[in-house]
């Protein structure tokens, strides 16, 4: 082949004038013309109609009025300060976060001599472009200036946090620690620093000082004892900080709104993902007990819908615990979800698994590595990155299905629309259009989840071939 | 050895777990006076079920059950019902060369995968029944047909009245002929099809079964004197219910309607991906023998799509059979909405959630039977 066919071949389509691109794509041929002539009025129609709600007769003030229910719902209002500080961290760890994943890839793609993209502000808006909508909705809704200012400050945060990138690559590690402690702040700073919060604390410094120390010349099993006695020491830091360090905050029986919503689906995901995990080893155990539980188990909650577990929940989870442990009805709805995902999340893991050749557990064992390092260093690094868009895709259910608190009376983002109805002004009026918002709040993320999921599996299909 | 003490370790754990929960379970159980017994299944609900005026609030709690159940099953079967026929479209206006149809499938697949199906009913419910455009049943709005002064229609925001059917004879002899009918129709086909087989000629097996089942209907209609008539829906005098008609209550319209819309796109996404699936050479290969559009897709494409596409497409009927428990959340006594309702007046929750999985499971056990006979038989078909 010869440069010149090469060149006749170019990658893009030539542009054509728009009365080609109508002719090729409304009329190609007699029966598609007619089905245009048939849409087109239709859509026309649609659109005016759309409009004409959105921008003229959408009584909107049931938004407007109520952002901030809509928001953090019954949160406090003199303890607003918490959620605005939450999102500047959130901000902030994200910038870290993202920075850090994007300086450790470029290391590695300079190492394999390779050139990575550059990320432009184009091409994140590309990629996030629902969530920019819903946001931009929000700040036209917003009446006073209070919202502009956080969205600047939040702004501001991620690009502070961006700075990460800076940090040597030696002290990668630094940075994901960083950003899983600034993370927990987002956390604390909200919730307060009473009760069983310093555990979680505790133990993201533990992995993040596991992981950032390394020590010159010591190997093997002394190493392990040294960096295991440098993150337990860390713990016990934190505990003792935690103790003296007295912070009350509002706890996530007090929260409702999107905040909630958010907050409830990020925990049913984060912990619903390790019992899943264990699910998915125990029925591929060769211990038939442990199969026959597991297999049991996932099988009996992947027969029956989710509001049904939330009904026990709800009204059963209460009498299995001592008398006088009564959960609050989020708390029991978290466990109810999580108990409900793990059980999804193990068939995934286990899907994964399956696909991992029988060739790499042998290699595995001649290498005479024991089950639980064959495990952890050859098995699950493979079968979790071939699922992880399926894990994706469940993870975007188990939030369209936080909806179902409504159902249980918590004012969640759907449910807020309860205190909102229960206005005298809004009674009988406004339902489409406060429901219509509460829509494209739970599509914005949704989508944006799909969409990162959708690049990740093209991203993995070509590592693969 | 080790292998014997980490069963013996795993199932002591388990057990003591389920001990724990159990025993709390019972201690505070035995405190409150409620007992583990399925006694209340036959002591009176004690409540009225909505739009059920057939059901008295002194019969048992299984008779309940039954009619949440029958609720379920119907709210399920529209549903799947409208899931399919709009995915089915959705899903080849996908791959449509027209750029509208093409977008505005896309569009609508987009839209609705990206949103909770309880938002879509909840929607239903408020914003287009309870408080939506349509009048109270008091103004309800009558439509005629031409040429005729009674309603064919009456709507409402709370219930629609369509026509029904009023029994007027041997109603239950004409459902028996009727069946008698399918099964004749049924073999007729089978007829035509082994006649095609071994002469060749065309077998018209769609005109001749439809003549075949019409002939039938229509005869037995006429010998059995008119078993029944038409009913046509009509408002009560003080307009506040109807009296006669079929009457089709907002509730079941919601759950249906948008668990149909919902699925719709998870079904259009199943349909797209299995057509895409199917090897380009296979049309090439109907292009080349002269095969029509239509020829190609109904011959060629389509059937090897389909043993794609049904199993996934069976798992979202479940899934959509499975969803119908939100009606908890809007005035549709489906069996969760009921179950509820019956804890909220004094029924022990344990025993009335145990029955409410167990009514769950034996839907999802009986679909996934259904998905493995279908799954052995295009195995076999094709291979």
Same mark, same amino acid.
């Given at each position: 082949m010869t440069a010149s066919t090469l060149d006749s071949h170019p990658l893009h389509p030539p542009?054509?004038?728009p009365l080609e691109w109508i002719r090729s794509r409304l009329f190609p041929n007699l029966r598609s013309g007619i089905l245009t002539i048939l849409l087109a009025p239709v859509v026309v129609y649609a659109l005016y109609r759309g409009a004409l709600f959105f921008f003229v007769n959408g009584r909107w003030e049931v938004?407007?009025?109520n952002l901030t229910l809509f928001m953090q719902g019954t949160y406090p209002r003199g303890e607003q300060w918490r959620i605005v500080a939450q999102l500047m961290l959130l901000a902030l760890a994200l910038g870290v976060g993202t920075s850090t994943s994007a300086a450790s890839r470029a290391d590695i793609a300079r190492e394999a001599g390779l050139t990575v993209g550059k990320r432009t502000p184009l091409s994140i808006i590309k990629r996030f472009w629902s969530l920019i909508v819903f946001v931009l909705v929000l700040l036209y809704f917003a009446a006073t200036v209070t919202p502009?200012?956080?969205?600047?400050? =939040?702004?501001?945060?991620?690009?502070?946090?961006t700075s990460a990138r800076f940090i040597p690559s030696r002290f990668r590690n630094i940075g994901w620690t960083l950003a899983a402690l600034i993370l927990v702040a987002a956390f604390q700073v909200v919730v307060g620093t009473v009760g069983y919060s310093w555990m979680i604390t505790a133990g993201v410094l533990a992995a993040g000082a596991w992981a950032t120390f390394q020590f010159e010349g010591v190997e093997g099993r002394r190493a392990t004892v040294y960096r295991t006695s440098v993150a337990v020491a860390a713990a016990v830091v934190a505990y003792f900080v935690y103790t003296v360090l007295v912070f009350p905050g509002v706890g996530w029986d007090h929260w409702s709104g999107l905040h909630l919503t958010l907050w409830v689906s990020a925990f049913a995901i984060v912990l619903s993902f390790p019992l899943g995990l264990l699910l998915a080893l125990a029925r591929r155990s060769t211990l038939p007990v442990l199969r026959w539980v597991s297999t049991g188990y996932i099988e009996l909650i992947r027969g029956v819908p989710l509001i049904t577990l939330l009904f026990m929940g709800q009204y059963i989870l209460g009498f299995m615990l001592p008398q006088g442990t009564d959960p609050s009805s989020i708390t029991?709805?978290? =466990?109810?979800?999580?108990?409900?995902?793990?059980?999804?999340?193990?068939?995934?893991?286990?899907?994964?698994?399956?696909?991992?050749?029988?060739?790499?557990?042998?290699?595995?064992?001649?290498?005479?590595?024991?089950?639980?390092?064959?495990m952890r260093m050859i098995v699950l690094p493979q079968a979790l990155r071939s699922v992880i868009p399926a894990l994706v895709g469940q993870f975007i259910s188990i939030f369209k299905d936080s909806s179902l608190l409504y159902i249980l009376a918590i004012h969640e983002f759907l449910g807020v629309r309860s205190l909102v109805h229960a206005q005298p002004d809004f009674r009988v009026i406004a339902h489409a259009e406060s429901l219509v918002f509460v829509a494209i709040g739970y599509w914005a993320f949704a989508y944006a989840m799909s969409k990162e999921s959708q690049r990740l599996e093209v991203r993995l299909r070509a590592g693969k071939s | 050895m080790l292998r014997a003490a980490g069963q013996v370790a795993a199932v002591a754990v388990i057990f003591l777990v389920l001990r724990w929960l159990i025993g709390n379970l019972a201690t505070n159980y035995g405190r409150l006076n409620i007992g583990f017994d399925f006694g209340f299944l036959f002591r009176p609900t004690q409540f009225q079920i909505p739009n059920h005026p057939e059901f008295d609030p002194r019969s048992p709690v299984w008779r309940m059950v039954l009619v949440g159940v029958k609720n379920t099953a119907l709210a399920g079967i529209f549903g799947v019902a409208l899931a399919g026929v709009l995915g089915l479209i959705i899903g080849i206006g996908r791959l449509s060369q027209n750029w509208l149809a093409a977008r505005l499938s896309s569009g609508y697949?987009?839209?609705?995968?990206?949103?909770?199906?309880?938002?879509?009913?909840?929607?239903?419910?408020f914003a287009v029944f309870l408080y939506g455009p349509l009048p109270h049943l008091r103004e309800a709005i009558e439509l005629e047909l031409f040429g005729s002064d009674r309603p064919a229609l009456i709507l409402s925001n709370g219930e629609w009245g369509i026509p029904g059917i009023r029994s007027t004879g041997d109603i239950s002899l004409y459902g028996i002929l009727t069946l008698v009918g399918i099964v004749v129709a049924a073999l007729v086909w089978r007829w035509r099809t082994r006649v095609t087989e071994q002469s060749?000629?065309?077998?018209?097996?769609v005109l001749w079964s439809l003549g075949v089942l019409l002939v039938v209907l229509v005869g037995s209609y006429v010998a059995l004197g008119g078993p029944f008539v038409v009913d046509w829906p009509q408002l009560s005098e003080n307009r506040r219910r109807l009296v006669s008609g079929f009457s089709v209550n907002a509730g079941f319209m919601s759950v249906a309607g948008a668990l149909g819309l919902y699925t719709a796109s998870h079904v259009a996404e199943i349909i797209r991906g299995s057509i895409q699936a199917v090897p380009w050479g296979q049309s090439e290969a109907a292009n080349a023998l002269a095969f029509t559009n239509f020829q190609r897709y109904r011959f060629v494409v389509l059937p090897q799509a389909m043993r794609i596409a049904i199993?996934?497409?069976?798992?979202?009927?479940?899934n959509l059979i499975k969803n119908t428990s939100l009606a908890a959340a809007v005035a549709y006594p489906e069996i969760t909405n009921l179950t509820q309702t019956s804890i909220g007046n004094g029924r022990p929750a344990v025993q009335s959630i145990v029955v409410l999985m167990a009514v769950y499971l034996a839907i999802s056990l009986v679909v996934s039977l259904i998905l493995n006979v279908v799954n052995r038989r295009m195995q076999l078909v094709t291979r």
């Amino acid at each position: 082949m010869t440069a010149s066919t090469l060149d006749s071949h170019p990658l893009h389509p030539p542009r054509i004038g728009p009365l080609e691109w109508i002719r090729s794509r409304l009329f190609p041929n007699l029966r598609s013309g007619i089905l245009t002539i048939l849409l087109a009025p239709v859509v026309v129609y649609a659109l005016y109609r759309g409009a004409l709600f959105f921008f003229v007769n959408g009584r909107w003030e049931v938004v407007t009025r109520n952002l901030t229910l809509f928001m953090q719902g019954t949160y406090p209002r003199g303890e607003q300060w918490r959620i605005v500080a939450q999102l500047m961290l959130l901000a902030l760890a994200l910038g870290v976060g993202t920075s850090t994943s994007a300086a450790s890839r470029a290391d590695i793609a300079r190492e394999a001599g390779l050139t990575v993209g550059k990320r432009t502000p184009l091409s994140i808006i590309k990629r996030f472009w629902s969530l920019i909508v819903f946001v931009l909705v929000l700040l036209y809704f917003a009446a006073t200036v209070t919202p502009w200012l956080v969205m600047a400050g =939040t702004v501001a945060a991620f690009l502070v946090g961006t700075s990460a990138r800076f940090i040597p690559s030696r002290f990668r590690n630094i940075g994901w620690t960083l950003a899983a402690l600034i993370l927990v702040a987002a956390f604390q700073v909200v919730v307060g620093t009473v009760g069983y919060s310093w555990m979680i604390t505790a133990g993201v410094l533990a992995a993040g000082a596991w992981a950032t120390f390394q020590f010159e010349g010591v190997e093997g099993r002394r190493a392990t004892v040294y960096r295991t006695s440098v993150a337990v020491a860390a713990a016990v830091v934190a505990y003792f900080v935690y103790t003296v360090l007295v912070f009350p905050g509002v706890g996530w029986d007090h929260w409702s709104g999107l905040h909630l919503t958010l907050w409830v689906s990020a925990f049913a995901i984060v912990l619903s993902f390790p019992l899943g995990l264990l699910l998915a080893l125990a029925r591929r155990s060769t211990l038939p007990v442990l199969r026959w539980v597991s297999t049991g188990y996932i099988e009996l909650i992947r027969g029956v819908p989710l509001i049904t577990l939330l009904f026990m929940g709800q009204y059963i989870l209460g009498f299995m615990l001592p008398q006088g442990t009564d959960p609050s009805s989020i708390t029991r709805a978290i =466990t109810a979800m999580t108990l409900f995902t793990a059980a999804y999340v193990a068939e995934i893991v286990r899907g994964g698994l399956q696909s991992i050749p029988h060739g790499q557990t042998e290699a595995g064992l001649a290498l005479g590595l024991p089950t639980g390092k064959l495990m952890r260093m050859i098995v699950l690094p493979q079968a979790l990155r071939s699922v992880i868009p399926a894990l994706v895709g469940q993870f975007i259910s188990i939030f369209k299905d936080s909806s179902l608190l409504y159902i249980l009376a918590i004012h969640e983002f759907l449910g807020v629309r309860s205190l909102v109805h229960a206005q005298p002004d809004f009674r009988v009026i406004a339902h489409a259009e406060s429901l219509v918002f509460v829509a494209i709040g739970y599509w914005a993320f949704a989508y944006a989840m799909s969409k990162e999921s959708q690049r990740l599996e093209v991203r993995l299909r070509a590592g693969k071939s | 050895m080790l292998r014997a003490a980490g069963q013996v370790a795993a199932v002591a754990v388990i057990f003591l777990v389920l001990r724990w929960l159990i025993g709390n379970l019972a201690t505070n159980y035995g405190r409150l006076n409620i007992g583990f017994d399925f006694g209340f299944l036959f002591r009176p609900t004690q409540f009225q079920i909505p739009n059920h005026p057939e059901f008295d609030p002194r019969s048992p709690v299984w008779r309940m059950v039954l009619v949440g159940v029958k609720n379920t099953a119907l709210a399920g079967i529209f549903g799947v019902a409208l899931a399919g026929v709009l995915g089915l479209i959705i899903g080849i206006g996908r791959l449509s060369q027209n750029w509208l149809a093409a977008r505005l499938s896309s569009g609508y697949v987009e839209f609705f995968r990206n949103i909770p199906p309880l938002v879509v009913i909840v929607f239903f419910s408020f914003a287009v029944f309870l408080y939506g455009p349509l009048p109270h049943l008091r103004e309800a709005i009558e439509l005629e047909l031409f040429g005729s002064d009674r309603p064919a229609l009456i709507l409402s925001n709370g219930e629609w009245g369509i026509p029904g059917i009023r029994s007027t004879g041997d109603i239950s002899l004409y459902g028996i002929l009727t069946l008698v009918g399918i099964v004749v129709a049924a073999l007729v086909w089978r007829w035509r099809t082994r006649v095609t087989e071994q002469s060749g000629e065309s077998h018209h097996r769609v005109l001749w079964s439809l003549g075949v089942l019409l002939v039938v209907l229509v005869g037995s209609y006429v010998a059995l004197g008119g078993p029944f008539v038409v009913d046509w829906p009509q408002l009560s005098e003080n307009r506040r219910r109807l009296v006669s008609g079929f009457s089709v209550n907002a509730g079941f319209m919601s759950v249906a309607g948008a668990l149909g819309l919902y699925t719709a796109s998870h079904v259009a996404e199943i349909i797209r991906g299995s057509i895409q699936a199917v090897p380009w050479g296979q049309s090439e290969a109907a292009n080349a023998l002269a095969f029509t559009n239509f020829q190609r897709y109904r011959f060629v494409v389509l059937p090897q799509a389909m043993r794609i596409a049904i199993p996934p497409l069976i798992n979202q009927a479940l899934n959509l059979i499975k969803n119908t428990s939100l009606a908890a959340a809007v005035a549709y006594p489906e069996i969760t909405n009921l179950t509820q309702t019956s804890i909220g007046n004094g029924r022990p929750a344990v025993q009335s959630i145990v029955v409410l999985m167990a009514v769950y499971l034996a839907i999802s056990l009986v679909v996934s039977l259904i998905l493995n006979v279908v799954n052995r038989r295009m195995q076999l078909v094709t291979r």
